[in-house]
Every structure is written in structure tokens, then in C-alpha cells.
């Protein structure tokens, strides 16, 4: 909570995506979020965590994908970024984003630009994704999608159990990578994928939060 509270004073109002503060620690998701497994698989556990006096959402898994997202009642626009801290307890060995049969991630972060329900038709997605054996800097168009972009933040095949803090301007990064303006977020979410491998996965994230970028001084 002290790191919000910072980022507030620093760069005005926040969007807290998952409240977690305002949840008991057990099994659960946020209020207001939904599990959707992806093709039929089992989805994984999720666990709200508490660790002093802040709360941690833990996703645990093997063999198991599935979307956990929340659609807003209006889209953000232009000027927001996203920040989030996340660790990693237990990483699938065998993942790289850069091979469909091995694509899978301990965690991810997404972005939809416009409605979940119109992904893979009108909408974009970036997916935010700690990545395996892939390349530190790989920011590629997904497998499953040309409406998707995976863009690899943090990663490696062992875990570090380590809270790494991450903020990002998703507009600037669909400018990049699919070169045109994109319209406003319509949703947010996590995902933890291991159907690929089929190998176990754990791993944390707090402190989900839409803020304006920060304005830069001369």
C-alpha cells in the first residue's frame, strides 16, 4: 500500500484494478474479475495471499490456462500506464515464447484494446508476459493471433521468487508494434499458462494500477 500511496503523490490519481486490501486472505479472486479456462482446460488456483500488511494474488498450476480478466465499465484512454509487482515462486523449465509448443508463462499481464469479446475480430491485445528461455528483449506477434503481441518483460527458465515492480505505457507499445493508434482499454487481465509444457507453475502479483504517465521535466 505504501508503494501506491507513492505513486499517487508522484503522478496523480490511481485506478487499483483488484483491491485485494479489501479481500481475506484464502481462495478467491477479486471482486468483479472472471475465470474463463482456455480451451477446455482446468484453470489454475487462485489464492490471495497476505504478506504484512499488503495482499498478494497467487496463481498456481500445471498443465492448467485460463483468462482471469475484468471488463471495465469504460475505457481508458491515452495518457494512463499500467504498473504492477509480481514474483515468480516456481517457473515451467521448459517455456520460450518464442515456440508455440513451449509457449507458457508462470505469469502474465494483458491489455485488450476495446472488448474482450471482440478479440481476434476488431480488438488488440498485449500481453505483458514473464518469459522462459526466450530472449531478454523478444516483443513478437502471438502463436495464436495476429491481434496479439506477447512482449517479454522479465524471465528466465528458474524462478527467483524475487518482487520485481513493472510499469508500462500500453499506448505508446501498440503504436510500436502494430503501428497505428489504438483505441481505448476495454480490459484487463492475468493469465497463467502451462498447457504447453504441462509443467507446474507459481507465482505472485499486487499492486495492479492504471496512473497517468508521468510527465517528464525539461
Avoid: C, N
Wanted: proline share 7%; no cysteine; hydrophobic share 45%.
Amino acid at each position: 500500500m505504501l508503494r501506491l500511496l507513492a505513486l499517487a503523490l508522484s503522478v496523480g490519481p490511481i485506478w487499483d484494478l483488484m483491491m485485494l486490501a479489501a479481500m481475506p486472505v484464502g481462495p478467491g479472486v477479486p471482486a468483479g474479475w472472471t475465470v474463463r479456462p482456455v480451451r477446455g482446460r482446468s484453470a489454475p488456483t487462485y489464492t490471495v495471499s497476505g504478506e504484512g500488511d499488503e495482499r498478494a494474488l497467487r496463481m498456481e498450476g500445471r498443465g492448467s490456462a485460463a483468462w482471469l480478466y475484468r471488463s471495465l465499465d469504460r475505457p481508458v484512454d491515452d495518457g494512463m500506464s499500467l504498473s504492477w509487482s509480481w514474483r515468480v515462486l516456481q517457473a515451467p523449465p521448459s517455456a520460450d515464447l518464442r515456440e508455440k509448443r513451449r509457449d507458457d508463462s508462470p505469469v502474465r499481464v494483458f491489455v485488450v484494446f476495446g472488448r474482450l469479446e471482440d478479440l481476434g475480430r476488431s480488438a488488440h491485445a498485449i500481453f505483458y508476459s514473464w518469459g522462459g528461455s526466450a530472449d531478454a528483449e523478444l516483443e513478437a506477434l502471438s502463436h495464436v493471433s495476429r491481434r496479439i503481441a506477447v512482449v517479454r518483460l522479465k524471465g528466465g527458465p528458474d524462478a527467483d521468487g524475487i518482487w520485481h515492480d513493472e510499469r508500462v505505457d500500453p499506448f505508446r507499445d501498440h503504436e510500436r508494434i502494430f503501428g497505428a493508434p489504438a483505441e481505448g482499454i476495454g480490459a484487463i487481465g492475468i493469465m497463467q499458462d502451462t498447457d504447453q509444457t504441462l509443467e507446474a507453475a507459481s507465482a505472485e502479483l499486487r499492486a495492479l494500477a492504471f496512473a497517468p504517465v508521468p510527465v517528464v521535466g525539461p
